[in-house]
């Protein structure tokens, strides 16, 4: 059986779905693997780190490879490639791109997508989400620590005393809960807000304080797999008069709000930016979903009256030597999975509930029931 890592073709990429930590797992369960020039370079892993693992370095690795593992969805000209019936592993944002699907499936290949994994316990260590967000929280904070231009902690000097910084996140899942922890850490007074009840446990206990509308519809805001419910508009009316009256005391807010396969819900409107200080920094984490900070941009810095939005798009890829090691082994867990060690060849159980979530398309067809071409 062979594996091949993909090198990005997005020049924008910097992560690769392999280190040769993980190549040496893989070749110990027998699995020869294959890697495409210089795949691994942006995340500082060089051609000859992966020989030595046991990779063979070739232009041609993906040709005959049973599994191709790339970090971002293969484009078409790329899947051409693909034997068929390999099993493509991506991080595919399948939401809203029907084309994108529908030639993944007309190559013939088995896509599987990361991001859909279950959030159940045996899924944890391949819920790439979560090791991707976790380092985009941390990513945030440096940005806006680099965009603003004064200090976090509170300094008392002989020349007079340096504020903390008041830092403002919203939406408390990994991204954000790291993002908390992350201020804290460089001294900040933070205060965080989520429509999850189970969240303000959390906030607590990195020692932030949590700002909401307290309600019945509050009590209720968690679906079951653990995501945000969308809330009604007078849910959101209550809460957006509450935290404009906050942010206008903010040094820097961080949003994180993503509802899947939505659009990133607005959370602060041009006139809660207006009303900030100069010199604050709005960094938005939602900015690929169309954002939850009016006046952000993909890639960008904004200037807005003084106020700086940050909206990168690949936060976790400016750390790329970390976000690798993590996917890599999100990958190398849920591979396993796939394999029959003993026979040392695929083994795909398309009943598991870790392959229905995930699989995308099969035998030249759609077959994510929630991809499939509507009738």
């Given at each position: 059986?062979?594996?091949?890592?993909?090198?990005?073709?997005?020049?924008?990429e910097p992560r690769v779905a392999a280190t040769p930590d993980t190549v040496k797992k893989f070749k110990?369960?027998?699995?020869?693997?294959?890697?495409?020039?210089?795949?691994?370079?942006?995340s500082g892993l060089l051609d000859a780190d992966y020989e030595a693992a046991g990779a063979v370095v070739s232009a041609d690795a993906v040709k005959d490879a049973?599994?191709?593992?790339?970090?971002?969805?293969?484009e078409a000209s790329e899947v051409t490639k693909y034997k068929k019936?390999?099993?493509?592993?991506?991080?595919?944002?399948?939401?809203g791109n029907e084309a994108a699907l529908k030639a993944l499936a007309d190559a013939g290949v088995s896509a599987f997508a990361m991001e859909l994994m279950p959030r159940i316990t045996r899924a944890q260590v391949m819920d790439v989400l979560s090791s991707q967000a976790n380092l985009a929280g941390y990513r945030a904070v440096v940005e806006a620590a680099e965009a603003f231009g004064r200090a976090f902690p509170m300094m008392m000097t002989a020349a007079g005393t340096v504020p903390a910084a008041k830092v403002f996140v919203m939406g408390v899942g990994v991204a954000g809960l790291q993002a908390i922890a992350t201020a804290r850490r460089l001294g900040a007074v933070v205060?965080?807000?989520?429509?999850?009840?189970?969240?303000?446990?959390?906030?607590?206990?990195?020692?932030?304080?949590?700002?909401?509308?307290?309600?019945?519809?509050?009590?209720?805001?968690?679906?079951?797999?653990?995501?945000?419910?969308?809330m009604s508009k007078?849910?959101?009316a209550k809460q957006a008069a509450l935290t404009?009256?906050?942010?206008?005391?903010?040094?820097?807010?961080?949003?994180?709000?993503?509802?899947?396969?939505?659009p990133a819900p607005k959370l602060i409107t041009a006139e809660m930016v207006a009303s900030m200080k100069p010199g604050s920094v709005l960094v938005d984490l939602a900015v690929e979903r169309g954002g939850n900070v009016e006046g952000a941009k993909a890639n960008e810095v904004a200037d807005v009256g003084g106020v700086k939005i940050v909206g990168y798009t690949n936060l976790a890829g400016k750390v790329a030597a970390s976000a690798s090691s993590l996917y890599a082994r999100?990958?190398?867990?849920?591979?396993?999975?796939?394999?029959?060690?003993?026979?040392?060849?695929l083994a795909v159980k398309w009943d598991d509930e870790l392959v229905k979530a995930t699989a995308l398309t099969r035998d030249g067809a759609v077959i994510h029931p929630n991809f499939q071409p509507k009738a």
């Open positions: 059986m062979k594996i091949a890592i993909a090198k990005e073709v997005d020049a924008a110990a369960l027998g699995i020869d693997v294959a890697i495409e020039p210089g795949a691994g370079i942006k049973d599994i191709v593992i790339k970090v971002k969805r293969p019936g390999a099993l493509v592993i991506a991080i595919m944002d399948p939401y205060t965080a807000t989520d429509v999850r009840p189970a969240t303000k446990e959390q906030v607590e206990s990195l020692g932030a304080k949590f700002l909401a509308v307290e309600d019945e519809e509050f009590k209720n805001a968690q679906t079951a797999g653990g995501y945000a419910k969308e007078e849910y959101q404009a009256e906050h942010i206008k005391k903010q040094d820097i807010v961080i949003t994180t709000a993503l509802i899947p396969g939505r999100n990958l190398l867990s849920f591979i396993e999975t796939l394999y029959d060690k003993a026979a040392k060849s």
